[in-house]
């Protein structure tokens, strides 16, 4: 590997005048030989001077590779990865959240009475629609989730938590009591 110059290296980043080759030699294993970019700054406080690297690429068999472009090409060992040249490579999974699932509930147009917030959320609990917020906060350095329910959708209708007590009871029925205010007020 001592005999490489960076005049043979096919794809070598002869634009970047920092850029340089760096042989890491390591036991029992291949050498590995790295593109990198130094920076030399001095320190005056402690009277010494720091070197900053950054890692630009690895060079295979005289062939330069970015990090990224060596990522797809070789796999962590540095054997070539099993890949046919013609297949295009698989796009990331994209999983379904339950924050996909619940933009379709609910088309907010057709709901009298909705909020017009536009961060309100939906979620569907048997025959319940919630109506909620969401904030995130930070407690013992794990993420948290708040939901603060402001009411539900019932018949194209939405309600306050309050409104909704009052007007139905457990069963999704008009509450007795209300209704007979109701025809009482009417009569």
Same mark, same amino acid.
């Given at each position: 590997? *001592? ?7 096919? !794809? ?9 080759? $760096? ?14 970019? *130094? ?25 330069? $590779? ?6 797809? @090409? ?27 699932? /619940?933009? !379709? ?11 017009? !917030?536009?961060?309100?959320? %939906?979620?569907?609990?048997? /025959? ?6 969401? /904030? ?11 939901? @603060? ?10 309600? @306050?938590? /309050?409104?909704?007590?009052?007007? %139905?009871?457990? !069963? ?16």
């Amino acid at each position: 590997m *001592s005999d490489l110059s960076v005049d043979k290296i096919k !794809n070598f980043p002869r634009d970047n005048p920092k850029a340089r080759l $760096y042989l890491c030699k390591r036991e029992g294993r291949k050498d590995v030989l790295y593109v990198v970019e *130094s920076d030399y700054i001095y320190e005056p406080k402690t009277k010494k001077t720091r070197t900053y690297t950054r890692y630009l690429g690895r060079v295979v068999e005289g062939v330069y $590779y970015t990090q990224s472009e060596y990522r797809k @090409t070789f796999t962590k060992r540095g054997t070539l990865r099993a890949i046919p040249e013609d297949a295009s490579l698989p796009r990331s999974r994209i999983r379904p959240t339950r924050h996909r699932a /619940e933009k !379709n509930i609910v088309d907010r147009d057709k709901v009298k009475g909705l909020p017009k !917030n536009p961060f309100l959320q %939906f979620a569907q609990k048997g /025959e319940h629609l919630y109506v909620f917020t969401r /904030e995130y906060y930070i407690q013992d350095g794990r993420r948290k989730e708040k939901r @603060t329910y402001i009411g539900q959708i019932k018949d194209l209708r939405f309600y @306050t938590m /309050e409104q909704y007590k009052k007007k %139905f009871n457990k !069963n999704q029925r008009v509450s007795t009591r209300l209704k007979s205010q109701e025809d009482k007020s009417h009569g």
